[in-house]
């Protein structure tokens, strides 16, 4: 079955990076675009950007715009977030989420999600 | 970017109906895809398109949507169904091809 597996939570210190994996299984990795997605305690959800898995072309939320890169390493299927100069605000669960559609079209449909990397930033 | 705006919180009682809505310029052009949330759990889509469910989402789920807004409608809700649900489509300004979501709707089903 199709699944997306993240990488173990976080401790950051403000100005430090992060970067979060995803690993993808049960279907092509260079067939679907890669969105993630991030929700702070208690707030909701929040687009940061996709990836196209297959170019490596990106296309980020102005938000984070010179603090994200996103990247892909297709040998092993896996998709990384690195998110620099962390501050206090950024303390947030992280997911990757696979778009739904398939052929390299985009859909911004989601499904399915990995289970979350939790980061915190702090002091 | 352009926004959805969602009730913050909805209520049903066992087994009624309940709609859950989303407005926004971008539904104009673009369908609503909605998302359910349990605590400490991730999202899942239970409705996305016109109104299409992935496999394993009950028939009770159904999407439509009028103009500027989008609706999750629940026919005979659960007691599994309390969660927090988000709607998203495809930004129809500024960034063409990002994503813009709800603030959540918070059901609770009494």
């Known amino acids: 079955q199709v699944q997306l597996v993240q990488s173990g939570a976080e401790v950051k210190k403000p100005g430090a990076s992060v970067k979060v994996s995803c690993k993808a299984s049960?279907?092509?990795?260079?067939?679907?675009?890669m969105h993630w997605v991030r929700q702070a305690p208690g707030q909701g959800l929040e687009w940061m950007g996709w990836i196209n898995p297959n170019s490596g072309g990106t296309n980020y939320a102005q938000k984070f715009q010179g603090r994200v890169t996103m990247t892909r390493d297709t040998s092993i299927s896996t998709a990384y977030m690195e998110l620099s100069r962390l501050r206090s605000d950024d303390t947030a669960v992280y997911y990757c989420?696979?778009?739904?559609?398939?052929?390299?079209?985009?859909?911004?449909?989601?499904?399915?999600w990995g289970q979350g990397t939790l980061v915190t930033v702090s002091s | 970017s352009s926004e959805l705006t969602q009730d913050p919180a909805v209520s049903v009682a066992l087994g009624q109906t309940v709609r859950i809505t989303c407005q926004g310029d971008?539904?104009?052009?673009?369908?609503a895809s909605w998302y359910q949330q349990k605590p400490g759990q991730a999202p899942v889509l239970v409705i996305y398109?016109?109104?299409n469910r992935p496999s394993g989402i009950p028939d009770r789920f159904s999407g439509s949507s009028s103009g500027n807004t989008a609706s999750l409608t629940i026919t005979g809700a659960q007691a599994e169904d309390e969660a927090d649900y988000y709607c998203n489509s495809r930004d129809s300004s500024g960034n063409h091809l990002g994503v813009v979501f709800g603030g959540g709707t918070k059901l609770t089903v009494l």
């Open positions: 989420a696979r778009d739904k559609g398939g052929q390299l079209v985009l859909l911004w449909w989601f499904d399915p």
């Open positions: 049960g279907y092509t990795f260079t067939g679907y675009y």
């Open positions: 398109g016109k109104n």
């Open positions: 971008s539904l104009r052009s673009y369908y």
